[in-house]
Structures are given as C-alpha cells and as structure tokens.
C-alpha cells in the first residue's frame, strides 16, 4: 500500500542553522515525489518535485530509491522558513496522491 | 487571477445541519478534488473527480457528497453534520488524474457547534 511518513510533528531550529525535513515513502512502480508548503494562513503551495531536481527559495530534495526516502533540506534556514511542510506521493493513473502527516518547521532569531 | 477559488472562506453552523461549500477552477484542469484537514493537520483525500468520473474515497460517510456541474467546478454538500465534521476543507485541482502539481484553494473552515 501506498504510504508517506513524516516522523517529526514539530522540528525548531535556530536562524542559519542547517534544517533537514525527513519523509519516507512506500510505494511498490515508480512514484512521483513532492514537498509541499503551508504558511499561516495560507493555502498549500508546491516548494519542488523531485523530477524537477530544482533548488526552491534554498530547499533541496533528493529521491533516494534505495532508501525509499525524500527529504527536504536547507543548509541555512531562514525565520520565513517558519511553515508547515507535507510531503507527497503519487502513483499516477489509478494510484492516489497523498500526503504525510506535515512537519511544523519553526525557526526562531 | 485566482486560480482555484472556495467560498465560503468560513462556516459555523449547528449539529443535524446541511451545508454546502463551492470550488472553482479556472485553470482548465480535468481533475478536481476535495481534501480534509483535521484539527491535527492531517491532510486526506476525500475524493476525485475527473472526467465526469467520480472517486470516492472509501473512508468518507455517505452523508458528504460532491457534485460537478462542468469541469470547472467540483461543491461539497454535508448533509446532518457532526461535531467531527469540523475541519479545514481544501480543494484542489491538477492537469491530469493524481499527476503532477496540485494547485489548491484557500480552504474553507468548517465549525460544526
């Protein structure tokens, strides 16, 4: 079965410390992944895709297959980083897109 | 432009209650959906319309029904609600079914009293 985790509910670190956002997935072809971004008040926005392999306001994912893990990291977190953050899959086609249980990054001065 | 609109931005209403909340997209995307977040943040699909097709997701009670009149627009009618019904409602839409980018609305927060 299709599954995304995010073990952290709430991770703070300090401004310009290293921030790393983990999400691991289950997933039996070959999924497609995303990170996406809640601000306050906000409505959800995509931050990257990993087929993209972009760098997005400083956050960067990479695909580990082996692993089966996707997470999201910064090497200098910003204090307007300070979001929830959810993970996604999708299967295509018939295959559901969900999300994990989100990641409340905050980022205190 | 406002590419996937929801109205009402807030809703508080009374147990035993029918309410009805409306999404529009006008970005010309096939697929439409609604997701529940729940008090915890937890983000879950509720259901997939796409191509006049509708996907129910097996976990949502019978008493919330989407209705699409064109592509463009995927309503969620509750009918008797509950206390537990009370949550943010988000749709979204995306080019093709469970592909690529979803874009979302705003959300609508429900309040069932």
């Known amino acids: 079965a299709q599954r995304v985790t995010q073990p952290e509910k709430l991770l703070s670190v300090f401004k310009g410390a290293p921030v790393e956002l983990k999400c691991n997935y289950s997933?039996?072809?070959?999924?497609?992944l995303f990170w996406y971004v809640q601000y306050s008040r906000q409505r959800l926005q995509l931050l990257l895709r990993?087929?993209s392999r972009e760098s997005i306001k400083g956050f960067t994912a990479d695909l580990n297959k082996g692993e089966t893990s996707f997470h999201l990291k910064k090497p200098f977190a910003q204090e307007e980083d300070s979001a929830m953050y959810y993970c996604a899959l999708s299967g295509g086609g018939t295959y559901k897109y969900i999300f994990g249980t989100g990641t409340r990054l905050k980022v205190l001065a | 432009d406002t590419a996937v609109s929801q109205t009402p931005k807030y809703l508080v209403t009374q147990m035993g209650n029918d309410k009805s909340i409306k999404c529009e997209q006008n970005l010309g995307h096939d697929t439409m959906y609604w997701y529940k977040q729940d008090s915890k943040k937890f983000l879950k699909i509720m259901f997939s319309y796409n191509n006049k097709e509708l996907i129910i997701n097996e976990t949502v009670p019978n008493r919330f029904s989407p209705k699409s009149p064109d592509k463009a627009h995927l309503n969620l009618h509750i009918n008797s609600l509950e206390l537990g019904d009370s949550a943010v409602y988000f749709c979204a839409s995306s080019q093709a079914l469970y592909t690529g980018e979803l874009f979302f609305g705003e959300g609508s927060r429900l309040t069932v009293l």
């Open positions: 997933y039996s072809g070959s999924p497609e």
């Open positions: 990993h087929i």
